[in-house]
């Protein structure tokens, strides 16, 4: 009996424990595991396997990889860990056959040093049996590599989000941000070796690796039907053999790349050849309506192997597609044709140049003189890693106040502006308002002044969804007319803790008293008891220190005439 009961016990303690270190959620797809920091995020790699082929995963937050340091356990230790950076999650035995839903957050301070293959976050996503069956996926992710290292491998397929992607897999709606390193083959900013569909993606950084080295993919293909659509690439690529900056090489009957481009720069190491702007080797593939701007760079004699748009196209077809000789410094390209064509910079700036070859300008495709140098972009992703690419700022006179509008251009992670107002030579915040989190289609606000008065000036605090922000410029408006009316604003911010701001204005110079009421109608605070001027903003701040959370009312009284306005104190 006894034995028993210590058995219960132990089986207690271990179901607790269980509980305790896993991920809350079912592994459904109506009720995904959620990912709410490192440690979870690690947890992940307990999910490998055909066994798993149903789990989905939810990031819920931004998560830092900087300064975490696994238990050890599952095969490395925490030296191992401190020295090495992460274990990618997925290897080329046991993949992730999972989905993972990046839930439009990112992941930052990712760094690995493992000279092993399949390296990047996910080392390998698995191939459940061909397409259109399950499909593993990675989509809706960030991933900021950190700044002070990299991600580097020393075998096959590395790349900063999955090292080597299956037949049947999809990587969709990601980016990678920093530097991707490789002593061996088949290395790509994003993916390394991408034999399933990648689209709507970007990377931006540096790849260096030996063959097949790609800003976006270091191959594409393989021995399966592959798709990379409306992807690209700003990434500078350097190697030996197979240079792209998009794809190093792309192979594979039925492997297509199709509204895309690269815009960085590609250079060989040695005297070596297969190297182009877009594609360095592309066999058994088709290439439409892409483009590439980036300076290539080659000791490699024979031009049939060095190009602006690909280095080398044996049995490929390819339409509809550019590149600049001027930023390229390379007047030909293998593969090209009466449809695959280098242009100047001028006509690489002009719309008609693509619209004359039927380029999707309405749902695919855009061009702006002040968005990606005046070169077409994408309209379904962001542009780039900038939070938000702000076109205008403007501020002018109302009736009762300011009027400011802006107009952004692209965002991405935007949480939204505060409207900062300076009085003297100090500013304060008088106001937010949320932005649209990230897209690339144009965006407008607004936002109403009403206790603004005389020559001011306005700046916007754009703030990203991790804390980063930056200004925009300053705009200086005059108003037309000084308040003369009777009125009590609503206090801002609210709701608020502890502190908020509440403005008023009266029509002529009068006693006036401003109090502040509990939900009792019980004074609990007198903020103004005197004289107030007409034809100003009587600005006064209240401290709800002391006082506990709840509904409390700001109460204006003038010449036998009373205004309230509600106000919620959250702590």
């Known amino acids: 009996m006894k034995k028993l009961v210590l058995l219960f016990v132990f089986i207690l ?98 760094k690995i040093d493992r000279a092993t293959d399949a390296i990047g976050l996910f080392g390998r996503l698995g191939d459940a049996g061909g397409v259109g069956q399950h499909q593993s996926s990675v989509k809706n992710l960030g991933v900021d590599i950190d700044a002070a290292a990299s991600v580097k491998g020393g075998g096959t397929g590395v790349g900063g989000l999955v090292g080597n992607e299956g037949a049947s897999a999809v990587i969709s709606n990601c980016y990678v941000i920093g530097a991707v390193i490789n002593n061996g083959t088949i290395t790509g900013g994003l993916v390394g070796l991408a034999a399933g569909g990648v689209e709507k993606c970007f990377s931006s950084g540096s790849v260096t690796g030996v063959d097949y080295v790609g800003g976006l993919i270091g191959n594409c293909g393989g021995n399966a039907p592959n798709a990379v659509v409306a992807c690209y690439s700003t990434s500078t690529v350097s190697g030996t053999n197979g240079l792209g900056g998009l794809v190093g090489e792309g192979q594979g009957s039925g492997n297509t790349i199709t509204n895309c481009f690269a ?38 004699s024979n031009a049939s192997f060095v190009g602006g748009l690909f280095g080398d196209t044996p049995s490929s077809a390819a339409a509809n597609s550019f590149w600049d000789m001027t930023t390229s410094n390379r007047s030909t390209s293998p593969g090209s044709g009466a449809t695959v064509v280098g242009k100047v910079t001028a006509d690489m700036k002009t719309q008609t140049t693509f619209t004359n070859v039927s380029w999707n300008f309405t749902t695919t495709w855009a061009m702006s003189a002040s968005v990606n140098d005046g070169y077409p972009y994408l309209l379904n992703i962001p542009l780039s890693p900038l939070p938000v690419e702000l076109n205008s700022f403007t501020a002018s006179a109302a009736k009762n106040g300011v009027t400011l509008s802006w107009k952004t251009a692209t965002e ?157 104190l959250l702590k």
């Open 412 to 568: 991405m992670n935007n949480y939204g502006f505060d409207i900062e107002r300076k009085s003297a030579s100090n500013w304060s915040k008088v106001g937010f308002v949320e932005g649209r989190g990230t897209t690339n289609a144009p965006q407008s606000y607004s936002y109403a002044d009403n206790s603004a008065t005389g020559k001011i000036s306005y700046r916007l605090k754009q703030i990203d969804r991790d804390g980063k922000f930056e200004y925009s410029k300053e705009v200086e408006v005059v108003t037309a007319v000084a308040p003369t009316v009777f009125a009590l604003s609503q206090n801002y911010p609210n709701p608020f803790n502890p502190t908020t701001n509440i403005s008023f204005t009266v029509p002529s110079t009068g006693r006036a008293t401003l109090k502040i009421l509990n939900i009792l109608g019980q004074e609990v605070a007198t903020l103004f008891n005197g004289e107030a001027q007409a034809g100003i903003v009587n600005q006064v701040q209240f401290n709800a220190t002391g006082l506990s959370s709840g509904v409390y009312f700001s109460r204006l009284e003038y010449n036998g005439k009373a205004q309230m306005t509600k106000m919620s």
């Open 13 to 110: 303690s271990f179901v607790s424990h269980a509980s305790a270190v896993g991920l809350l959620g079912s592994g459904t797809q109506g009720d995904p595991y959620q990912i709410s920091s490192a440690a979870k995020l690690d947890l992940v790699r307990n999910y490998l396997g055909m066994a798993n082929i149903d789990k989905y995963f939810l990031l819920m937050n931004d998560i830092d990889l900087t300064t975490y340091l696994a238990p050890a356990g599952g095969g490395y230790t925490q030296t191992d860990w401190g020295t090495k950076g992460w274990m990618p999650i997925g290897t080329s035995s046991s993949s992730f056959y999972g989905v993972f839903d990046g839930n439009y957050h990112k992941i930052t301070g990712l």
């Open 263 to 300: 815009r960085g720069s590609v250079t060989s190491t040695t005297n070596s050849f297969r190297v182009g702007g877009l594609v360095g080797y592309v066999v058994n593939s088709i290439v439409n309506n892409c483009y590439s701007t980036g300076l290539v760079t080659s000791t490699y």
